[in-house]
């Protein structure tokens, strides 16, 4: 073929090619293929199985979840018995996952901050524990630490009659026992209290922001705030005439009543969780941290900043740029491995449906609503993780 | 002294007698340069540089000590190291019981390979790792790591299945341990492998039925946990397969954590497509190749050379995931370790066992990822002056 120059040459009015050589009718035609094969194995599977369900009369539908259930359910976040239906349980297993996730989010963004910025630290020593912590965490399975932490609480804790007591919290093999105080119609009062100290310290922290950039005055945000968010209940609650009443946890025959607790479960869980993501996210803030330019701490401690300040103004918003993606999936990864659950006996929506799968036999229904709850929460997380990335990414011309 | 400390900012002591000296202050005194200056210099600089260094490393070095001391008296000098029974662990409750491990560790590790032909997953086992620590070199970086995996995936087979060369047929239901931890991890990644690159590819694809089909997979599967895809695999399987198909629990283990991690592994692999320039890509058009040809020859060599060290870590969350299928059943090293601590005349002995599968898998994980950072530092020198 003679090279030649296309420019200035107009190209040849779509010469009649054969039609198998257009790229469009390609396109149209690999697509309808490879839908068609994908489809038929779809379609092959779904025959199967509705042919073997019948076979071993299976029932199919999602009838089953009005019915009773039961089945208890040891740690529950709202009221249910073993009478309730089976869509109740589900929504108990929905909430302890959501209970152990939020909780591991929080503690392991806590943990895994502190060690990362622990790496970098000067102090030798220090610096050389965190690695030591990441590197033994990172490289060993989560479910064999989740079975160490089982182990070691009913190894070292005290049986259930030689209970530690520190002032009426009770920790023992059962787990944590804590006193709550009596309901009372005041506390509805000192909870929106709670509410309103919150909006207020937003308002002041707003106000001072915009103060100090237009006059350069300083204002106490952080005590400010506490004070409203703390202060005012206290008031509210003193105003009251100050109704405390503990429900204090008292050991019967088959264990500890009243109170509050925390069974040895959703403990090591929570604490195998937190430790387990804290190694990652420390590795995730530590290279963010690395990523910002070195002239940023230098041009800070110019401008006479503390290294904590500095730190808190200058180092961590730049980083947080790189630190939100990679901390996004690290978030869904706790919620993910929260159904480790299932293996050391934490009621979590996993492990409720696994029972549920159990007795009625619907193998089908129960896995598409594990799929369906984790795909929710999932896309949840991703969705609020993107609009905060995007709200803290640099805005560029 | 005390007025101009407050305005200099955390600096270590060496960097503010050098701007105390510049400032005219007679009193800074500032250390000789270069890095001389012994052990005691060091210590003071990196273990007592401020107040709150000296306190930290105090508080730590007291921790330490405490924790320290229990467990060398509990794992070494108060441990019961010889016997046969648990009378006498349970006569010293104060320290490791190194006998039961003594005792279990063919069974932790082989789970119930039947006793007398032990010797083949062992074989398999050195087989495996010296295939792992080949490929680990990058001459072996084509069609020879290919060969080689194929040959001795073959042994490893021939030797865990038997029922040739005089050698007994042991069903996958007697397979246990550390040998199946392996061939899950191995077989997972290379059965995932090939599905892994369509998928990455139909996900950058132009074509938008194929793009979505694609992008609905990997996140179906990204976005539920591996336990769901696990139970899924040894429920549903059988159901979705024609009636009076029988398939073995281990293949069904395998299945599904093949579909997890094809999700994963081809993730990791647009990664690579993302970072291959455009040139390239234009290059290939002009030379007038088509697109089968293209990725085959321009774009996955460069692509998958890429994304080795992702790889590696990647089968590092595989390797430790495979102790997941303790909760549908199937005999890893986790399971048998956890069977081990069960056993009735063995009680109370689940804090050595658990130390000893911890020790395994990190020897496995940590010399990967030891690999994959000097893999990085390695692939990245060009780039670096």
Known sequence: MAMQSTSGVPRPAAAKAVFWRDPNIRAIFYQVLVVAIVGGFVWWLVSNTLENMERQRIASGFGFLGTESGFDIGDTLVHYSPADTYARAIWVGILNTLRVALLGIVLSTILGTLIGIGRLSRNWLLAKICTVYVEAIRNVPLLLQLFVWLSLFRFYLPDKANAVDIIGIKISKKGLQFPVPVENPAYQWVGIAVLVGIVAAFAVSHWARRRQAATGKQFPTVWAGLGLMLGLPLLVFLAAGAPLQWNIPTLGRFGFSGGGEVLPEMTALLLGLTIYTAAFIAEIVRAGILAVNKGQSEAAAALGLRSGTAMRLIILPQALRVIIPPMTSQYLNITKNSSLAIAIGYPDIVAILNTTMNQTGQAVESTVLIMACYLTVSLTISVFMNWYNKRIALVER | ?385
């Open chain 2, 1 to 385: 002294m005390s007025t101009t400390d407050t305005t200099i900012p955390n600096l270590t002591p060496r960097k503010k007698a050098e701007l105390l000296a510049a400032a005219g202050d007679p009193e800074a005194v500032v250390a000789p340069p270069g890095g001389g200056g012994g052990p005691v210099l060091w210590v003071r600089q990196n273990l007592f540089g401020s107040i709150r260094d000296s306190i930290i490393t105090l508080v730590l070095i007291v921790v330490l000590g405490w924790l320290g001391y229990n467990f060398l008296h509990w794992a070494l000098l108060d441990a019961t190291w010889s016997g046969t029974d648990a009378a006498a662990c349970r006569a010293n409750p104060d320290g490791a019981c190194w006998t039961f491990i003594g005792e279990k560790y063919r069974f932790i590790l082989f789970g119930t390979y039947p006793y007398g032909e032990q010797w083949r997953p062992t074989i398999m086992m050195i087989i495996t790792v010296m295939m792992l620590a080949a490929s680990c070199d990058r001459r072996m970086w084509n069609w020879r790591a290919l060969a080689m995996w194929i040959v001795g995936g073959t042994i490893c087979g021939i030797l865990l299945f038997g029922g040739v060369f005089g050698l007994s047929y042991v069903e996958t239901s007697s397979w246990g341990g550390l040998p199946v931890t392996l061939v899950l991890a191995v077989l997972a990644l290379a059965g995932a492998f090939p599905l892994a690159i369509l998928l990455a590819l139909g996900r950058r694809s132009n074509l938008p039925l194929i793009k979505a089909l694609c992008v609905g997979f990997i996140e179906l599967i990204r976005g539920v946990p591996l336990i769901s895809l696990l139970i899924m695999a040894s429920v549903m399987l059988p159901l979705f397969l024609p009636t009076g198909v029988n398939i073995d629990k281990l293949l069904r283990a395998l299945i599904g954590f093949m579909l997890f991690a094809a999700a994963y592994l081809a993730e990791v692999i647009r990664g690579g497509l993302q970072a291959i320039p455009k040139g390239q890509y234009e290059a290939a058009d002009a030379m007038g190749l088509n697109y089968f040809n293209k990725t085959r020859l321009i774009i996955l060599p460069q692509a998958l050379r890429l994304v080795i060290p992702p790889l590696v870590n990647t089968f590092i969350g595989f390797f430790k995931d495979t102790s997941l299928v303790y909760i549908i059943g199937i005999f890893d090293l986790l399971t048998a370790g956890d069977s081990a601590v069960k056993d009735p005349a063995w009680r109370g002995f689940a804090n050595e066992t658990y130390l000893f599968l911890a020790a395994t898998y990190f020897v496995f994980c940590f010399s990967m990822s030891r690999y994959s950072q000097y893999l990085e530092r390695d692939l990245n020198k060009s780039q670096r002056r």
